[in-house]
């Protein structure tokens, strides 16, 4: 599923960097750039990067 449009970020990448140890928003917008250009996705990243952090690993 893509969370950022503008940057075609999508979850799995989002899971990806967290599996990298990626674990504020920040750090995923300066690793992965979701979230600076229009902010639209913001929320749904920030969720999506909870939902990982909180159930890691999921195959
Ligand atoms: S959709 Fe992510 S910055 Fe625009």
Not at 5 to 26: K, P, Y
Not at 49 to 58: C, G, N, S
């Amino acid at each position: 599923m893509i969370v950022c449009v503008c940057n075609a970020i999508t979850e799995q990448e989002i899971r990806a960097s967290t599996e990298l140890g990626i674990s504020s928003f920040d750090d995923l917008q300066e690793e992965l750039g979701v979230g600076t250009c229009c902010g639209m996705c913001q929320d749904c990243a920030r969720q999506v990067l909870e939902d990982h952090l909180r159930e890691p690993a999921r195959a």
